[in-house]
Structure formats: C-alpha cells, structure tokens
C-alpha cells in the first residue's frame, strides 16, 4: 500500500519506519527542513518507569524492546540501557519507593529499592547524601537530538521511502489524498497525520474545536561535559508526585507532610537528568498549561534544578551551554496513552501522547499500523 505521514517528529517517523519495515511504500512530509518541535527538545529517556499500570505501562514496555531492536540496527539513535535511581531522603519519601517496589508490577519494570553503597556501585557520580534509592532497571536512553535523522538516514537506503521537507499540508482532496503548499497532491491508500503540538489549520479543520489534546510548554537545559559517567538517568522524588505508577497512601502521605518547594509547586516540577553523548547532561523540566505561554523562560526553575542536582552530585555543575523551552501535545484524559481518530476518509490523526511520545513512539506506531490493517 502507499502511506503518507505527515510530520517528521518520532511519532510521524515510527510511523514511517513500520510502514516501510512492512513493504508498503511512504511519503514522509515535513513542513520543516527538519523536526525542531519537542520530538527534540525532551530527555531522550526511554521512561518505563513511572508509568501507570495496564496500557500505558504494557505500550512503554513494547516500546522499549522495539526501541532495543531498532538501536542494534541503528547505532546512531545512541540506544543504551541505562536504568534510572531516584535517591530518596527521610522516612516518608523511602514510603513511596517501597510501596512502588510492593507493586505487582514491579518486576517488569525491574524495581528494587538500592542502600547508598550499592545506588552508588550503579552510579559513582551520585555523591550527595541519601538513605535509599529506587532503581528501575528497564529505563533506557536514546540521544533525541539526533534520533529522528538517524532514523531517517536508515529509511533513505530503502527504494520504498520518500522525504519531503519544507512543505505544509493545506488540505485533504479526496480519499486519502492531501495537497500541500508547492501545490502537489500526494495521492495515497492512507493518510497518517502526526502533527505534534501543531493542533491549528488542517488538523483543527479536520477534527473540530473540540479535540481532546491540550498543549503543554516545559524548560530545559543541558550542560558542558560533566567530566565523569553519569551511569544511570537520575530522578528525584518530585517524580512521585508527577507519575502515575506511584500513586499510594504513602505518596499521599508524603505530600501532606512534606510539601513541594515553593518553586517546584508553582512550576510543577520534577528532576530528570540524563548524559548526553558528548558527557553534557540534559536537566529539566517544568510544566505550563494556561494559554497563553510566555515567549521566554525564566531562571527561578534553573536555579531550583541546579540546587537539586548539586545536592546528588556532591560537587558543582559544568557550565550551563543551553537553556530551552518546548511544547508538546498531550490527551486531556492523561490516562490515554494517545489520541487516535480517523478525521476524514483514509486519513488519520495521531497525537496527544504527552510526555510520552519519545517513549512510547515506537508502540504507537505499531498499534496504528495493526489496527488499521497495514
């Protein structure tokens, strides 16, 4: 069959790569020279661990095999199968790991509550003061700066796959047919239309005003090289009150007697922190969803996270090289991994997986490519 994706973000391009990997023929289309939306601008983490129970949890861990057996195709995406610790202080946050590590889910994401001396065998660097640390160990990482064009350097070697960047799709033509801005029309069998955060124009013409995906802003920032391996990625308990696997009387507990910093509580924060290639470290994030978002960012939540991370590490942080802002779409029900509708005849829409989508991306994919019987 003939495919066209639109978007060339790791949603549009997981898309592409099943399509081809099952013979069918793709045209990927990107308004863009290159992807610059949040399929970039995010963690690179492959995060199975804070996952909610059931689907969510199940499409991160097919996720992570696919992301595994595509990374030993394509050495560039930097696929390494890193794990997570997240320390945890005082007796009401090591509640919280332990009542994860009770789950009984716990083994498929390869749970175990680490003392001081072996989170730091795992992780040297993690020099700061700690009573315990919750290691997942089927958290992973893939370099998200370069993931997308790695991908894609992989998909031109097949006579089945087409890119064409720089050009916006205006309008769908007929039964899986679409027509962009140079004017051409791209007939097809069908249409995927994994757009981002990019929810006006075509998309809001095809699905309505009222589509269940809202838009959410977050900052980052990335250092110069740390000097020394940062083995795992690092979390700190702030991610008990963002993900949904740690929910639990204690995590309830916990935020009754120990509330978020202020700065945290007004950013809705939590600590991420993973090694890039280059020995830099990726550090975020906030979270923001009023409209409208500020054109700038502000330096409160860096300083939060610079604080936070210098307490684990046990020594200063490199040089702070970028800071940045990115907006991704997420389904207003968090409990859906992804919004999928067919939004016109043999055309359909694919977006809404939040903080996710580097995730998750690779599953999505598969899903949409079985459900509609590529």
């Not at 399929?39 to 983490?45: D, E, I, P, V, Y």
């Not at 930097?78 to 090591?94: C, H, I, K, M, Q």
């Not at 020099?127 to 992973?140: K, S, W």
């Not at 509330?259 to 990726?282: F, I, N, S, W, Y």
Request: glycine share 10%; charged share 25%.
């Amino acid at each position: 069959m003939r495919l066209t994706v639109v978007g060339a973000g790791v949603v549009g391009t997981m898309h592409a790569w099943q399509a081809v990997q099952r013979g069918h023929q793709v045209v990927q289309i990107e308004r863009e020279a290159e992807a610059r939306g949040a399929s970039l601008r995010n963690f690179g983490q492959i995060w199975v661990s804070g996952r909610a129970g059931g689907e969510e949890l199940e499409t991160a861990l097919r996720a992570r095999e696919l992301w595994e057996e595509i990374g030993g195709r394509v050495p560039k995406l930097g696929f390494r199968a890193n794990g997570s610790l997240t320390p945890v202080r005082g007796d009401l946050e090591l509640a919280v790991a332990e009542a994860a590590v009770a789950r009984p889910d716990a083994a498929a994401r390869g749970y175990k509550l680490l003392t001081p001396g072996e989170a730091r065998t795992v992780n040297p660097a993690l020099r700061g003061e700690f009573d315990a640390a919750l290691y997942c160990e089927r958290d992973a990482a893939v370099e998200p700066r370069t993931a997308q064009l790695a991908l894609r350097e992989e998909l031109l070697k097949s006579p089945h796959y087409t890119f064409l960047p720089g050009r916006e799709v205006r309008d769908v033509v007929g039964a899986a047919s679409v027509r962009d801005d140079h004017g051409d029309v791209h007939e097809a069998d069908a249409v995927v239309l994994c757009t981002g955060a990019w929810l006006g124009g075509l998309v809001r013409e095809l699905a309505g005003p009222d589509l269940p995906v809202r838009r959410v802003r977050l900052q980052m920032m990335q250092t110069a090289p740390l000097g020394e391996p940062l083995t795992t990625s690092v979390a700190d308990t702030d991610s008990f009150r963002y993900y949904p696997a740690y929910a639990s009387p204690a995590l309830d507990a916990l935020n009754a007697g120990r509330p978020q910093a202020r700065t945290a509580a007004e950013h809705k924060m939590q600590l991420l922190m993973v090694q890039r290639a280059d020995g830099g470290l990726t550090i975020g994030d906030t979270h923001e969803y009023e409209h409208p978002f500020a054109f700038d960012t502000v330096e409160d939540p860096y300083d939060h996270l610079t604080g936070v991370v210098e307490f684990f590490l046990g020594r200063p942080l490199p040089k702070i090289r970028r800071r940045w802002a990115g907006v991704y779409a997420q389904c207003t029900d968090k409990s859906r991994v992804v919004h999928r509708q067919q939004v016109s005849d043999g055309v359909w829409l694919v977006t809404g997986p939040g903080g996710r989508g580097m995730t998750c991306s690779p599953a999505i994919a598969e899903t949409t490519a079985n459900e509609l019987g590529w």
